[in-house]
């Protein structure tokens, strides 16, 4: 319990302090969020490494994706994806109905516009966890009602 509320409060004054220098003309907003993905890409690569010390070979992207939805979600938020679902070309989307890093975030419409900066550092979690497995992707992050968002991942063939 310690640990999902000092990870949950990092997580926010990071993002705090990140638009507070951009604000202050330390940086640009869209740094910001950069730099909240590239943060979220290296921490995903170190998580993935320990997570999958000791588990098998994973057989093909859709059992990678399964258990980055099931394990690695369970481990960084306490709870699995909601609902994956894919185009079997590529394509995933993991929706998740209460997502943490939003919950603290009252529900109203006001506050939607501030939702996706904090949506950058697990965009760049899920990419650097992937990038580790083996499978270069995009991810991109959209949320139409808090706290439920939605995570595309699209695969690039290499």
């Known amino acids: 319990m310690a640990d999902e509320t ?3 409060l990092l997580h926010n004054e990071m993002v705090a302090g990140l638009y507070r220098a951009a604000e202050q003309g330390e940086g640009e907003n869209g740094r910001c969020t950069t730099k909240l993905e590239s943060m979220g890409f290296r921490v995903g690569q170190g998580l993935i490494e320990r997570f999958t ?4 070979r994973f057989k093909d992207e859709l ?3 399964k258990f980055i ?3 690695f979600w369970t481990t960084v938020f306490k709870k699995q994806i909601d609902n994956l679902r894919t185009n079997h070309q590529g394509i995933y989307v993991l929706q998740d109905n209460k ?5 603290q ?3 109203g419409k006001q506050y939607l ?4 900066k904090y949506l950058a550092f697990t965009c760049g979690l899920i990419r650097g966890g992937l990038s580790n497995l083996g499978i270069k992707s995009i ?7 808090m706290p439920a968002c939605k995570f595309q991942v699209m695969i690039q063939k290499m």
């Open 69 to 71: 939805c099931k394990d």
């Open 53 to 56: 010390k000791d588990t098998a």
């Open 99 to 103: 997502f943490r890093l939003l919950t």
């Open 139 to 145: 991810v991109t992050a959209e949320v139409s009602s």
């Open 63 to 65: 059992d990678i994706m």
């Open 105 to 107: 975030m009252s529900a």
């Open 6 to 8: 000092l990870f949950l």
């Open 113 to 116: 516009e501030h939702a996706p």
